[in-house]
């Protein structure tokens, strides 16, 4: 019953911005954690952001700290990530995610059971 889909990814130059959205279907928005996950060919998925509903507070990886935002967007149930000063380890699939993990478990994509098909984002020169 869950949904999620991800919207906006695309190509750009490094230095550049782009803004993800996912639409989330079936309740999931309002209960649990939505996070942002990527995964680069040939490497593990990564946690990106994450934010819980119990308590809206924004958590990120460092990797991506003071350049990407994770929000809500509480009256179109969506979930963003704006991504700016992107470089080209930034490239990537990227995916959001619903689930309930503990807060230790944030990070981990085991620990969520629902998930977006992804969106590509691609940076270069």
């Known amino acids: 019953q869950v949904r999620l889909e991800e919207s906006g990814g695309g190509s750009v130059q490094p230095g550049g911005s782009l803004r993800l959205s996912c639409t989330v279907s079936?309740?999931?928005?309002?209960?649990?954690?939505l996070s942002w996950f990527r995964q680069a060919p040939g490497k593990e998925r990564e946690i990106v952001a994450a934010?819980?509903?119990?308590?809206?507070?924004?958590r990120y990886a460092d990797s991506v700290k003071g350049r990407f935002t994770i929000s809500r967007d509480n009256t179109e149930n969506t979930l963003n990530l704006q991504m700016n000063n992107l470089r080209p380890e930034d490239t990537a699939v990227y995916f959001c995610?619903?689930?309930?993990?503990?807060?230790?478990?944030?990070?981990?994509?085991?620990?969520?059971?629902?998930w977006g098909q992804g969106t590509q984002v691609t940076v270069s020169a």
């Open positions: 995610a619903a689930g309930s993990p503990i807060l230790s478990a944030l990070g981990r994509p085991a620990s969520y059971g629902n």
């Open positions: 079936g309740g999931a928005f309002n209960r649990g954690t």
């Open positions: 934010i819980r509903y119990v308590d809206k507070n924004p």
